[in-house]
């Protein structure tokens, strides 16, 4: 299991590492943290001609907290959003999502741009994103833009990011209004990729009844899925609404897969279960926020 | 492929003593510390991150060596099990617990509890057993069943005090 | 430190280099070798039509490609089957590489030599082998069907079928008051040693002579079987298991195609080369276990005795059968664990499939037998309304019964004589130990807070010990140390702490004055291998035995220094002395460094110790020779240790579990084992042992399987996806022992290596049964599947 060959670049500046990626595209791949990417060049399930290594990219390895948004470069590790006092203070939702990312060791290299730019659909942060309706900013020769998350990810595995463009940050918004945010999920070993993962957002009106509800999840689709479970729980008090019903209403929405580790109706049914009790906690921690 | 690959000199400063080799970009840090600097304490078990047997401290934090290419980490400090002894070579406070506490078998794994260990101790320093365990639980060992390395996260961090 | 090491937990003398980076395993040898990698086959059945180098020869640093037209002579046979039995009428071994046909996914077909794994692999990659596709059989039902043939010279893939019994089972069901019957499952799992395989040789033209390091739990027999595939003199040979990383069966299989083809190469090239097993490898190119179906019968009266019991066994042995019918044999014999059914009848069918061979590991078909036993006496303990402790209680043979003769053949090809045990003590202690009786209580008031909880329980005996015979070799060093060997190998379990332990008693020496040699044919020629719990009993007995007559011999030769008759002397701290004497007394005492001194008596003298020895050192009796007559000089001998049969150890665990009524998910609450090995050499190495064990049992019973698709292709070939237990999936384990001396052998000790594993399956299955209502009749079980159970109940 060793990787194969590759032609290796190291830039020094966001500059430099566009242009290289532009002369190589469409044969260069990014390496950033390197915990999703590595394994597949060591059993050669991925050989890319060029790699663009960019962790001499310092300048990317900001966590920036702006008013109501997080922005995390792409040379920020997983640990360093986690551990991160400022984005905590303001988005609870990414230290306790990334605490389910894996084991410490692995975020303490993984990027948290690395593994959005992965777009693995059992990837924690692919999820976070979309629920919050965040987005991802890319580099290249041409330019700069800036891509909605519902955008950004178009199937498993793939991005809307072209081969000569770089992910050089993302944005988590911080919900607006009263709200609560909470991550939960069943995986078969602590630290792996989960069999069914949920983070679900909950925002109550001034008299603490629900006034919104959205969920997405890992793992039980191809691609990160938000649904609005508003309907199901609309106007109830926050600790009466029928989160139960809010579950129902996401399973029946969700579409996953059998495979090694659970049955497609075991999956439906976490995810039933895991809404209901994810939304029930998020709507308790909006009424105290 | 016939073409000879691109060579890169790669200096790391390993267990405090600056050390370099020339290596191709492929090279794995774990390969490049075990068979570039005959550093062999680095156990590689997996070569996909997943079991942690070539974990070392790179800057202090320990990382997969299995998952990064040497050239990536050119510069950087890392410290290995042979680094985790004291000054005088005799065994780290860490070691000494794994001993105490019967906290190996084969010994193979050992090295990636005892790099990730020590730098949990330096974060947490009175870890509960609960956290103990949780501090080990990117690690796999086959041997031990766990109990006695969970018992020698707490016997270090009780060796740590007693000696600082 | 005292000489009472023995019984004492001492920490392990191996540790000190393992923990601060200086052991050497496998791959931490040799760096200047070549890399060998190898093309292996992505299919599951197929003929090889042709295998096509050409993109591969002009890659820098390649040094050789092999095939099998390559192997000459012996080295391109079969490789052997090492235990023949009758059996075993269709036995069927690989070749090293694939000759016309490859019968498994990850079977070797081509080697490479290169200048770096990373080039070999860069080779393999190049390399272009055609195929034609034969159709696969996967999964027990596939092969029993029989349809489709693995090997087309094997009907029915039948490789073995075997019947034992005792008495007239059937007949015995028959007039039985209550009959049950039961169809269960266990599924495959594998060793996963965190060190895969390794071999490392480098042949001596100029002495002609080849030395190997492998990763294996059989170096001796290597070293015999190396001799015999390259046609070389056997002494020619020398073969060293290094430090190695776990072994838990599947490094006693040998000679591996690896272990035959790099020394192989070594020798054809003149250069050193090794192979270290990568992960991918290891699941794909070693063994698995486990995967058994079963049929039980068992008839019983009122009060849960069973009557007559007949199990029907349909094993998966993989594409090949190396290691013969060792694991579905113990299945069925050791199925009985302490119960003594009135009859017994068992059958087995040892069934090719295209998948990884099967060969022993942890446990070797134990797990599966105590599964089939424990789920039985479960289901005769809900019919009658019995507690399970009592119904097993009922069916216990009892201490005065020992030793108890089941008149079954065993493993070893001799009778299956239990020689010591007291089962319904182990099961008083284990009641106490985990509340048995105050259970109820407690899930009555988990269920008032809507929590779902359960309890099991599981009994076993074990095999231990088993023969032939292992030796050891002890001698005192003129400065007074002891250097001990063993030919036995040690994958981690503290051989060389234990072995010392015996050592030091007997010579009455500190224990860290004493440092053994294990697995390395240069030390000790003679020997097995380590597996069936069988270190300790074999070479510890062996290993006494030498340290008594180089005690014996001490004394004789301090007696004459001291003028005293040895049989007034001991040895305390390594002097030799008058008992009860203080040691330093004048003419009362001897170190014993000196009388290895003057064991050997020296021509040369080469240092202060060799000038004490020499013809003119001291005070000599001319009337003797130097060596006495029928003596042989140094302070040295050879004990060797040959069991009767089997010495069975015993053990029982329970669980206590919690199953979420809404997500399935299973958590261990309390893990509870009490065990009887006998006499405890270290108590807390057995007790390492036995929380290993488990954890590999809760591995097999609640994370661990071999998921093979119906092409034969292993889906989770990685650490991703066979889930072995971390830290946060294992339970804590409350541990209590009993010791039941073994009467078969001088140390009264018995096996401890395997006892942890074998109960898992059973306890809890056991326990998620009592949880949930219903019987779990299929292991391992995920929560995805108890859902699914769940479903179907609720659907009925």
Redesign the interface.
Known sequence: ?????FAYHRPATVDDAVAVLAEVSPAGKVLAGGQSLV?LLN??LAAPEHLVDINRLTELAYVRVDGDEVTVGALARHADVEHDDAAYAVLPLLRDTLEHVAHPTIRNRGTTVGSIAHADPAGELTAVLTLLGGTATLRSMRGERTVAAADFFTGPLTTCADADELVTSVTFPVPEGRTGAVWTE?A??????A?CGTGVVVTLDDDLRVAGARSAYVSMGPEPAVLDLTDAVAGAMYDDADWAAAGRLAAGRLEPDDD????A??RS??AE??TARAAGDAARRAAVA | ????EELYEVSLVVNGVPRSATV?A??LLSDFL??DL???????????G??G?CTVLVDGRPIRSCLQFAVTVDGAEVT???G??RPDGE?GHV?QA???C?G????????GF?TTITAYLEENPAPTADQA??A???????????????ASVLRAAELRAERA | MTTRAFGEPI??L???R????????L??IG?GALAAAFVRSPHAHARIVSIDVTDAV???GLVAIYTHEDLDGRAGEPLPLLIPHAALTHGRTAYALAKDEVNHVGEPIAMVVAT???VA??VC??IRVEYDFLPPVVGIEAARDGELLVHEDVPGNVAAHMVQSRGDAVAAIEAAPHVLELDLAIERSAS????GKGVHARWDADDASLRVYTSTQASTSVRAALAARLELPPDRVEVIAP????G?GVKIVHPWPEEVLVPWAAIRLGREVKWAE???EHFVGAAHERGQLQHVRVGFDDDGRLLGLDVTVWHDNGAYTPYGIIVPIITTTQLLGPYKPGAYRAEFFSLYTNTVTVTPYRGAGRPQGCFAMERTMDAVAAYLGLDRTVVRERNFIRPDEMPYDHGLIFQDGRPLIYDSGDYPATLEKLKKLVGWDEFEAFRDEARAAGRRVGIGLACYVEGTGVGPYEGGWVKVETDGSVVAATGLTT????HKTVFAQVVAAELGVPVDRVTVTTGDTRRFGYAVGTFASRAAVMSGNALATAARKVRDKALRIAGEALEADPRDLEIVDGVVRVVGSPSGAPGGSIPLATVAVLANPLRYAFDREAERATQFGGPVDYSKPPVAEGESPGLEDTGYYSPPRSTFANGMHAAIVETDP????ITILRYCVVHDCGTLINP??V??Q???????GVGGAL?ERM?YDDAGQL??A????F????????P??ETDHLETPSPLNPLGVKGAGEA?VIPGSAVLASAISDAEGFAITRMPI???DL??LR?ARESR
């Open positions: 299991m060793k990787p194969a060959g394994p059993m050669r069943v078969r070993r602590h630290g792996d990729y069999v090694i580790h659970a049955t109706a075991y049914h976490l279960v895991l | 492929m016939s073409a000879a191709p492929r090279r075990r068979h005959e550093l062999t304490g680095t156990h590689v078990g997996c070569e996909h997943v079991c047997a290995t099990v042979e985790c002894t065994l070691q794994f001993r105490e019967h190996l078998q084969c010994g193979f794994c050992t090295p005892v365990r949780e080990i639980a990117g690690n796999l060992c086959r041997c031990t069943g766990y109990q006695n390395i969970v | 920490q392990r191996e540790d000190p393992l923990l601060t980076g200086q052991g050497r395993f791959d931490d760096h002009d890659v820098d770096d794994r990373y692999e860069d990659a190049r996963t040693p965190l060190e430090d190695v990383g776990g838990f990568d992960r991918r994958q981690g379990q503290g809404d997500t399935a998910e807390r190495l007790e390492g036995i929380h290993g064990g488990v954890a590999q994370y998921v889906l989770n990685s650490f991703m996806d889930l072995m237990p971390y830290s946060t999936e294992v804590f384990i942890g995920s929560p995805s859902f699914s479903l």
